[in-house]
């Protein structure tokens, strides 16, 4: 007996009537098609979104809100700094690669002022003032952050500027980012359906998708969409298949999702014939606090420093997680702990306290004298201004004087506003690889053409990123090419 495979795609001469049409579906209602939706229904298509939750919502809006924008933003320019589209682009390259698509940066790039007026206009709020020390999420509603443009190797390759644009919301704005975006959607006449699930594709003789096949409440229903239909369901941190067969290394570790990043949208796309792009790559945030990294050095398992801790934090969790297994301490001394005010240790302590580097060498169980020989060589360094290992900037660096502390990020950190225990593998991830799509969001296949009538965007699609990542540039690159994607799909003519 054959068995059909669950996300093949359904023929449309066996769909004998559609229960809903619409002109342009958008399948999942995060920022990314919240964008997608808006920007179809002003170029006057009608336009249905479904979501598989009971309302909008999805990562985004349990995400910090950070939006990578530059240029030469408002927000910028009240700071006092100037910034240019080419000097942003080389930042994103460098940070973003290997295999970041320059194509897509240099697009965004040259955009990002625009698209930063469009969402002000669309009712998202910028408080124009800097959080200038290093932080996961700030604990105020500054408009503004470093997001390592000021560290090194990026400092020897573009110009820095801070481009983590936040929504006025202290600790995490992605709700306020999703509130406004879902607000003005509706308000250009666009309709909503929840707990809906899209199983298939639905395509004609020719290859084109002319709708989907859905479930709600345990029925099926097919939905007809004439222009086109984008994908914007998220990545695939929820679906340990997947990820055993593209990014093993995600496994096992905490997932930064809202539960429902199956993959759902990549694979029946896939089911069609579409293309991804980089799908083992992830993005890894280390259970460190960025002000006590700053201030201290951060060593593996042999004692040893790996990166310089003043970097973009999800670098160090990368370098962390790929390099090192998680097998990684913070070691500061008790000026550096102090200096950090209590509501940015979001509850972190010492996992072990020593009167003597030996001390601590041996509490921590490294290999003895290598942990004594790293302090050494770090504070011979930091009283000369300078850290030809790691370059460090001067500003953090300091020599770390007993008593010392080291922190074990297995211990892990959670946020001040959530409860529960902490402990894990010192790694929160989510995927960055996706479906591979054209600068409007066309879906590709794996001739390079584009698929009719089937776009995507968000982390359902590979947008800028190749193996490294900022905050702030999912969101960026979910709501500008989201924009892209619905605009594009209403252009298309209606097919009947």
Known sequence: MTVRNPVAPRAASEVKSYDIETDVLIVGYGCAGACAAHEAATAGAEVLVVDRAGGPG???????????LGGGTPIQ??????????QMAAFLVAALGPGADQQKIAHYSEHSVEHFHWLVDRGVPFK???WDAPAWVPPTDDGLMWLGENSWPFTELATPAPRGHRPTANDFGGKLLLDCLVHATESVGVTAQYDTYVTNLILDADGAVVGVVARRYGRELTIRARRGCVLSTGGFIDNDDML???????LGHTKVSAGTDDGSGIRIAQAAGAAVRHMSAGQVGASLIPG???????????????????????????????????NVWVVLDEQGYEEVP???????????????????DELVALPPGALAASITRYNEFA????????????RWLRPLTPPLAAIDIRAGVRPPSESGDRRGTGASVFTLGGLHTTLDGQVLDLN?????????????????????????????????FGRKAGAAAARNKAHT
Request: aromatic share 8%; charged share 20%.
């Open 77 to 86: 320019r009240a700071c006092g700094f100037d910034d240019s589209p080419e």
């Open 383 to 394: 009283s000369r201004g300078t850290d030809p290992d790691f370059h460090k900037a001067q």
């Open 128 to 130: 124009p003032s800097l």
């Open 342 to 360: 209590e509501r940015e240790r979001w509850g972190v302590r010492p996992t072990h306290v020593a009167e003597s580097v030996d001390e601590l």
């Open 292 to 326: 006590f990294a700053a201030r201290g050095i951060i060593v593996n398992n042999r004692g040893q420093r790996f990166v310089n801790e003043d970097t973009y934090p999800g670098r160090i969790g990368q370098a962390a997680l790929f390099r090192q297994d998680m």
């Open 244 to 250: 055993a067969a593209h990014a093993p290394r995600l």
């Open 448 to 480: 390079g053409s584009p698929i009719p009538n089937l776009f995507a965007a968000g982390r359902a699609s590979s947008g800028l990123h190749g193996e490294g990542y900022i905050s702030g540039t999912s969101l960026g690159d979910g709501t500008f």
């Open 58 to 68: 999805g990562a985004s809006a349990m995400s910090g809100g950070e939006i990578y």
